[in-house]
């Protein structure tokens, strides 16, 4: 695992999901001020879920509206039946790093 600096605090909106662009895509959140990282890719059919519509810790993918924790991965709606990988998040100062598999 890797630490990798993803953006800056500032770029973590409350209620707006910021893409970390690379081979598996990774999807950053703040939620109260807390940060987390999960796969970018919804399990269904492939959106972002960067792109899709925060309420509190829940994403719902834009796409067909699947619901995933944004603290856990897990699904919580069909029509997507699998979870998405989590990601440790750290910050220094006003950057933000994931904890990424090598
Ligand atoms: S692509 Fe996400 S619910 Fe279909």
Redesign the pocket.
Known sequence: MTWTKACSTSDLEEGEGFQLKQERPIALFNVDDEYFAIDDT??????S?AD?YVEGDVV???????KFCIRTGAVLS???TCPVSTYAVKVEGDDVFVNLPD
């Open positions: 919804c399990t269904h059919d492939e959106s879920l899709g719902e993918c834009g796409w067909h509206f699947a069909l029509p997507a």
